[in-house]
């Protein structure tokens, strides 16, 4: 027999009845309930449930365990070994605003700084306000402290939120459902990476060791700015610098002044810690003085000068091109200017007060060791003649060392030697003795010849 299930209704919002028609019996009939339900918010699960219920009843009744604001589907058939025909009804639960909200919800993070509040209650539709309190720190920067906070109003069950945070920074970030009477909070942590795009711009450099740029980023925030320096010449091979340090400024164009040495190509790498790229500039210091002489000073009155030991100089502020030894009237030494370039030859030479250029060597002609220079030798040093001094003059040698490099010229000078009441020089001793014997062979070989 095939049972005939009719006029089924929906009442009370979740419960169903309907009727069939057995003629006079009234028998026990095993009913079986099949309940399919979709949730308003699609994020949800599908609500599925089976119903048993057994009655005598010609118009049976049930009320079920709905959802409010769910979109239903309820099937209802006889259970075995009846048979009947099925009956289907659909509806929507009403939302039920009494409803208390539980207040539960989770956060998920995604593209680094955005959340996704996942809720758990069941009330849908309604309104809901979230306060966010962020709190960012860095652990490279003492005085570091981005913190902000704002409210958030939302109908949706899943809504997004994408947070406004710096790079590099370590957050903490509350988040309270303002409208559920728990006053439920989530907390989370952040950690952003470094900026994927330059943060540094305008770099220049500025009185020849310093430097400026532009923040991007900072807009009177402290940062941090990492300084990788490395200097090299190219006439020193062994001269190598490479200097590692940092600095913080808040500053939207620092300045900073760097220890450089002099005569030297430098390139400076220059990264915001917040970023992943660096600013690379070079930089060329000018060449100051060279090292003072190092010379073996000399004072003589009355006799022959001794040989002169030439040392080289180190190459400490810039490359050495020469040295030259200048012989000037000593009443003048006090008046002598080292950057002076007016020193003539000595054939050249118009007065005997404007003194002369003994000699110049080239540094690359200078041994590593040293060399020795005779005063008046009368050789060529260069273009200049090494003239034998005037007897009873008064005269004072000076080393000057000359550093030139990029059209800029340096000079160190160092009192060699004073002459006073000069006499002959060794080699001039030597030419007059070797004179005085030559004679004294003559005249004997005559005395002989004589005889």
């Known amino acids: 027999i095939l049972t005939k299930i009719d006029d089924v209704s929906v009442f009370n919002d979740t419960c169903v009845r309907w009727q069939i028609n057995l003629g006079r019996?009234?028998?026990?009939?095993?009913?079986?309930?099949s309940i399919k339900g979709q949730r308003l918010d699609p994020m949800e699960s599908v609500h599925e449930e089976t119903v048993n219920l057994t009655t005598n009843s010609r118009t049976p009744e049930v009320c079920l365990a709905l959802y409010p604001g769910t979109n239903y589907t309820v099937n209802i058939s006889t259970a075995p070994p009846r048979r009947s025909v099925p009956a289907v009804i659909g509806f929507q639960t009403a939302e039920d605003d009494l409803l208390e909200d539980d207040g539960i919800f989770n956060i998920s993070i995604f593209n680094e700084t955005c959340l996704k509040l996942n809720r758990h209650s069941r009330k849908v539709g309604s309104e809901h306000m979230y306060q966010f309190t962020v709190l960012g720190q860095r652990w490279y920067l003492d005085n570091f402290c981005h913190a902000t906070s704002f409210n958030f109003t939302t109908w949706e069950r899943a809504p997004v939120v994408c947070l406004d945070l710096y790079p590099t920074t370590d957050y903490t970030v509350n988040v309270t459902l303002l409208s559920s009477p728990k006053g439920h909070?989530?907390?989370?942590?952040?950690?952003?990476?470094?900026?994927?795009?330059?943060?540094?711009?305008?770099?220049?450099?500025?009185?020849?060791t310093c430097l400026r740029w532009r923040s991007i980023e900072t807009a009177d925030m402290e940062e941090m700015y990492l300084?990788?320096?490395?200097?090299?010449?190219?006439?020193?091979?062994?001269?190598a610098q490479e200097m590692t340090f940092n600095i913080s400024?808040?500053?939207?164009?620092?300045?900073?002044?760097?220890?450089?040495?002099?005569?030297?190509?430098?390139?400076?790498?220059?990264?915001?810690?917040?970023?992943?790229?660096?600013v690379v500039i070079s930089l060329t210091t000018q060449i100051t003085e060279p090292p003072l002489p190092e010379v073996e000073f000399f004072m003589v009155h009355g006799g022959p000068l001794p040989r002169l030991r030439l040392r080289k100089a180190k190459e400490k502020n810039g490359p050495i091109s020469s040295y030259q030894v200048l012989v000037l009237p000593l009443a003048f030494q006090s008046t002598f200017s080292c950057d002076s370039e007016g020193a003539a030859s000595f054939f050249s030479?118009?007065?005997?007060?404007?003194?002369?250029?003994?000699?110049?060597?080239?540094?690359?002609?200078?041994?590593d060791d040293a060399m020795e220079i005779l005063i008046?030798?009368?050789?060529?040093?260069?273009?200049?003649?090494?003239?034998?001094?005037?007897?009873?003059?008064?005269?004072?040698?000076?080393?000057?060392?000359?550093?030139?490099?990029?059209?800029?010229?340096?000079?160190?000078?160092?009192?060699?030697?004073?002459?006073?009441?000069?006499?002959?020089?060794?080699?001039?001793?030597?030419?007059?003795?070797?004179?005085?014997?030559?004679?004294?062979?003559?005249?004997?070989?005559?005395?002989?010849?004589?005889?």
């Open 227 to 239: 300084f990788h320096i490395w200097g090299q010449r190219w006439y020193q091979k062994e001269f």
């Open 185 to 208: 909070s989530v907390q989370i942590t952040i950690a952003t990476p470094p900026a994927v795009k330059q943060t540094i711009s305008n770099i220049s450099g500025f009185n020849e």
């Open 25 to 33: 019996i009234n028998p026990q009939i095993a009913y079986v309930i």
């Open 349 to 367: 030479n118009t007065s005997d007060a404007d003194g002369y250029v003994a000699a110049e060597l080239l540094a690359k002609d200078v041994p």
């Open 376 to 451: 008046g030798d009368r050789l060529y040093y260069g273009e200049y003649y090494n003239a034998p001094l005037k007897r009873g003059n008064d005269y004072c040698i000076i080393l000057r060392i000359t550093s030139e490099w990029n059209k800029v010229r340096r000079h160190s000078c160092a009192v060699w030697a004073q002459v006073k009441d000069s006499s002959l020089t060794l080699l001039q001793m030597a030419g007059v003795g070797l004179g005085s014997m030559a004679v004294v062979v003559i005249l004997t070989f005559l005395s002989f010849s004589a005889v």
């Open 249 to 278: 400024s808040s500053s939207r164009d620092p300045e900073v002044c760097l220890d450089l040495h002099p005569g030297t190509d430098y390139n400076v790498s220059l990264r915001a810690l917040s970023s992943e790229l660096p």
